[in-house]
């Protein structure tokens, strides 16, 4: 993963957690993967939290990281 890719990922899980009342605390990758640390109030499912964040990303900013995937 690019450092490029790597920022515009962080930048879009923030942006996303922002949305959810939830805060982006760490965040780091490795070339296949990506490490958040995420604040989050007890009421909300981590399961819900996780599925959102997928779905999101994908729809939202899908065609903006595809270009930068092999």
Known sequence: MTNELLTALEEAFRSI???RECKLIEFNGESDRVH???SYK?????SNL???LK???VSNYGKRF???LP
């Open 17 to 19: 957690l922002e949305t």
């Open 36 to 38: 958040l640390i995420v």
């Open 42 to 46: 007890p009421e909300i499912s981590i």
């Open 50 to 52: 996780v599925a959102n």
């Open 55 to 57: 779905s999101t990303l």
């Open 66 to 68: 595809l270009k930068h």
